[in-house]
């Protein structure tokens, strides 16, 4: 059973950043890619990351492009979400979620596992 943890979530000022780190257990190997989400209160859970296997492929949503950036390192099992220039409308739980196979998708069905999330809230 693959078991997915977020961390880094928290309070920042609009114009700030937040890295938010995501640990995966229960796996032996490193073919599946990995993605992140975002849900803000009365809202459906939207699609903000995701990074294949290797690393080298990426998708980015449109809301976030050049702001956010997903990355990986396979030998901590670990995905991150490094979030520069935050804006209020960034305010949601982000959620960690892996799949099976080692492609990037942005539909949250594709995705198999999900952490319990992590809050991030941005102050005007």
């Known amino acids: 059973q693959v078991q997915l943890g977020e961390s880094g979530g928290g309070l920042v000022q609009a114009g700030g950043s937040l890295r938010l780190s995501c640990a995966a257990s229960?796996?032996?190997?490193?073919?599946?890619?990995m993605g992140w989400f975002r849900q803000a209160p009365g809202k459906e859970r939207e699609f903000v990351a995701a990074?294949?296997?290797?690393?080298?492929?990426?998708s980015i949503a449109g809301s976030v492009k050049g702001r956010f950036t997903i990355s990986r390192d396979n030998t901590k099992n670990t995905v991150y979400l490094q979030m520069d220039s935050l804006k209020p409308e960034d305010t949601a739980v982000y959620y960690c979620?892996?799949?099976?196979?080692?492609?990037?998708?942005?539909?949250?069905?594709?995705?198999?596992?999900w952490g319990q999330g992590t809050q991030v809230t941005v102050s005007s």
């Open positions: 229960g796996r032996t190997d490193s073919n599946y890619a």
């Open positions: 979620a892996t799949r099976r196979f080692p492609f990037v998708s942005a539909r949250k069905s594709d995705y198999d596992y």
């Open positions: 990074i294949g296997w290797s690393g080298r492929s990426t």
